[in-house]
Structures are given as C-alpha cells and as structure tokens.
C-alpha cells in the first residue's frame, strides 16, 4: 500500500474510534446543532464531569472531527464534517449510487 492509502486508513482508524463511543456521538450530536464553548458542552453532558469530556474532546479531535478555537478565555468547539465525509465516500457512496440506479429502473417500469 501506497504511503498515502497508509495514512488514509490510519486517519480513517482514528474517526471510526472516535465514532465508536456513544458519548462522543452524542458530543458530536451537540457540535451539529450548533458551535459550543467547552463550558457549554461540558453542561449538555451533565452526567460526565469535566476531565471526562476534554478526554473525550481529545479523541474527537485527534480523529479531526471537532475543531476549537481560542475566543479570548472561552474555547469554541465546531464539527469538521470532512472526516466523515471521506468514511461516506469510502464505504457508502457506492451502495447509495446502487440504490439510486434501482429505483430508476424501478420507476422506468
């Protein structure tokens, strides 16, 4: 495999980890809604104290799925949807074009 497939499935590893946990699908779930300072998702997530969700963060963030960035004191967390765009294109995108070309045909008949 290619240098670059090496560092794609590594990248790919680290999003499918971080979507792996339902407490970081449901951080995620927050981020899609709207951008959260840390404070606010820290209090979404009332039954996880606050070491828990910046470990969390982490990991979200190693994978490239959460981005922050520094407003004065507070720190702004927004989704990066382009990781899962990318598990979209890899694993899915074929099966959805599939599905479209048969109700095509369907609809033809």
Do not use: N
């Amino acid at each position: 495999m290619s240098e670059a497939g090496d560092k794609s499935t590594e990248d790919d590893d680290l999003v499918f980890k971080a979507l792996a946990s339902p407490v970081r699908r449901r951080m995620l779930d927050q981020l899609k809604e709207s951008t959260q300072t840390t404070g606010s998702l820290c209090a979404a997530l009332p039954d996880l104290d606050r070491t828990t969700v910046l470990q969390h963060l982490r990991v979200l963030e190693r994978a490239g799925l959460v981005t922050g960035r520094k407003v004065g004191r507070e720190r702004h967390l927004s989704l990066a949807p382009m990781p899962i765009q990318r598990i979209y294109e890899r694993w899915i995108s074929d099966y959805m074009r599939a599905a479209v070309d048969l109700l095509g045909r369907l609809d033809a008949t």
